[in-house]
């Protein structure tokens, strides 16, 4: 059985005369004797809406509750995907998460896949019925509807070719593809053709919105290829994949970049064994997850300023949570929102000398300070004023050479 899974994101089905077009795609490769499993998004703005609802009741809404609210988007989009080919005379089904089943952990509102049975879905395909998939979405093994974080469509897709060994699994969205940078910060964006899964998962961590971090994550795991494509015209798309497939590696691939940074800074902590395991176990015990952390130490060694990044949101939440540890003692908070955090990745970097320095002086340049500084083997970040965003995200796509 030849299996191909289609993902559409929310813009691709965000109106009826998308959700006919997107009705063509899948029909083109049911005509080339593919058995097709579709996922979709909810309709663009729809998960949106339903949480400001949900906040308009309780900024603390129910968790358990928060995911039946939300996951109904896209219960109303594979409806219509699914109504829409049965009005042109082919057999479809839609089904929500718990109908498949997809069974996921017990953590509502990020919950991760545990299991999928594919019995039901291998059974109307075999009677050449294609399946309209909500994603986004599962069920516990307590039978509570789960979701698996936003933008974990591509999440349920990338599952789904794993457990029906899929020979392709093509996610459809807005854009040709993975870009060099965000184009609403850089007009000169290019396509990247073809992209390493550490690389994507990299851009995804620090702020390209085209996958979400986790999906990746189960392509790399699982070694499935992932096509990323427009819905709205023909392009060759980008090609996620293993490393070895890429005959030439630019030294950098990509720059991706965030806005919505928060800078903490602890002024005047005691320099002592096991004081930064103490401030950032009730973080860690809140599921605030700490990016960047920088530790100066005084000139008398006595005591050090802990700075570190979180997601604006969490701010209120990290500070009380500092205020109420009587672990550790400092002298006062600092706070900064106006920060965003700037990245260069690539494995090329890994044999090539001297990014670092070419990634500071780029910046130094422009008159543009680095707060933070932080690294891995194919990535090096910045902390940034967010005023600047923009003016560095130029000058380190022409340093290297992404304009061509």
């Given at each position: 059985?030849?299996?191909?899974?289609l993902k559409?994101?929310?813009t691709?089905?965000?109106?009826?005369?998308?959700?006919?077009?997107?009705?063509k795609?899948?029909?083109?490769f049911k005509k080339?004797?593919?058995?097709?499993?579709?996922v979709?998004?909810?309709?663009?703005?729809?998960?949106?809406?339903?949480?400001?609802?949900?906040?308009?009741?309780?900024?603390?809404?129910?968790?358990?509750?928060?995911?039946?609210?939300?996951?109904?988007?896209?219960q109303?989009s594979?409806?219509?995907?699914?109504?829409?080919?049965?009005?042109?005379g082919h057999?479809s089904?839609?089904?929500?998460?718990?109908?498949?089943?997809?069974?996921?952990d017990?953590?509502?509102t990020n919950?991760?896949?545990?299991?999928v049975?594919?019995?039901?879905i291998?059974?109307?395909?075999?009677k050449?019925?294609?399946?309209?998939v909500?994603?986004?979405q599962?069920?516990?093994k307590?039978?509570e509807?789960?979701?698996?974080?936003?933008?974990?469509?591509?999440?349920?897709?990338?599952?789904?070719?794993?457990?029906?060994?899929a020979?392709?699994?093509?996610i459809?969205?807005?854009v040709?593809g993975?870009?060099?940078?965000?184009?609403?910060?850089?007009?000169?964006?290019?396509?990247?053709?073809?992209?390493?899964?550490?690389?994507?998962?990299?851009?995804s961590?620090?702020?390209s919105k085209?996958?979400?971090?986790?999906?990746?994550q189960?392509?790399?795991?699982?070694?499935?290829?992932?096509l990323?494509?427009?819905?709205?015209?023909?392009s060759?798309?980008t090609?996620?994949?293993?490393?070895?497939?890429?005959?030439?590696?630019?030294?950098?691939?990509g720059?991706?970049?965030?806005k919505?940074d928060?800078?903490?800074?602890?002024?005047?902590?005691?320099?002592?064994?096991g004081?930064?395991?103490?401030?950032?176990?009730?973080?860690?015990?809140?599921?605030?997850n700490?990016?960047?952390?920088?530790?100066?130490?005084s000139?008398?060694?006595k005591e050090?300023?802990v700075?570190?990044?979180?997601?604006?949101?969490?701010?209120?939440?990290?500070?009380?949570?500092?205020?109420?540890?009587?672990?550790?003692?400092?002298d006062?908070?600092?706070i900064?929102k106006?920060v965003?955090?700037?990245?260069?990745i690539?494995?090329?970097m890994?044999t090539?000398?001297?990014?670092t320095?070419?990634?500071?002086?780029?910046?130094?340049?422009?008159?543009?300070?680095?707060l933070?500084i932080?690294?891995s083997e194919i990535?090096?970040?910045?902390?940034i004023?967010?005023?600047?965003?923009?003016?560095?995200?130029?000058?380190?796509?022409?340093?290297?050479?992404?304009?061509n």
């Open positions: 059985m030849k299996i191909v899974v559409f994101g929310g691709s089905v965000g109106t009826i005369s998308r959700i006919k077009k997107v009705s795609i899948i029909l083109s080339k004797k593919y058995k097709v499993i579709v979709t998004s909810a309709m663009s703005g729809m998960t949106n809406k339903l949480i400001k609802k949900s906040l308009k009741i309780s900024k603390s809404f129910d968790p358990i509750e928060y995911d039946v609210l939300v996951s109904s988007g896209e109303i594979c409806a219509l995907i699914s109504g829409q080919l049965k009005s042109l057999k089904r839609s089904f929500l998460g718990w109908q498949v089943p997809i069974i996921t017990n953590n509502h919950a991760k896949i545990d299991f049975n594919v019995r039901n291998k059974k109307i395909l075999s050449g019925i294609i399946p309209i909500a994603g986004f599962g069920i516990t307590n039978g509807v789960s979701t698996l974080g936003r933008g974990a469509s591509d999440y349920t897709a990338i599952t789904l070719a794993k457990y029906f060994n020979e392709k699994c093509i459809f969205t807005d040709d993975v870009m060099t940078t965000d184009p609403r910060n850089y007009k000169k964006a290019k396509k990247i053709k073809i992209i390493s899964y550490e690389e994507m998962l990299e851009m961590s620090l702020g085209v996958m979400q971090s986790n999906s990746v189960e392509a790399r795991l699982n070694r499935t290829d992932v990323v494509k427009s819905s709205f015209k023909e060759e798309g090609l996620i994949t293993k490393r070895k497939k890429i005959k030439n590696h630019k030294i950098i691939t720059i991706s970049s965030t919505n928060a800078k903490i800074t602890l002024v005047g902590v005691k320099d002592k064994p004081v930064a395991a103490a401030i950032f176990k009730p973080l860690s015990k809140h599921n605030i700490v990016d960047m952390v920088v530790q100066n130490i000139a008398d060694k050090t300023d700075t570190f990044t979180i997601k604006n949101e969490n701010t209120i939440k990290t500070v009380n949570l500092i205020k109420n540890n009587k672990e550790f003692k400092y006062k908070i600092l900064d106006n965003s955090k700037l990245s260069i690539g494995v090329g890994i090539t000398p001297g990014v320095y070419r990634m500071f002086q780029a910046l130094s340049k422009n008159k543009i300070n680095i933070v932080s690294t990535k090096i970040s910045v902390l004023k967010q005023s600047n965003l923009k003016k560095g995200i130029e000058a380190l796509h022409k340093e290297f050479n992404l304009d």
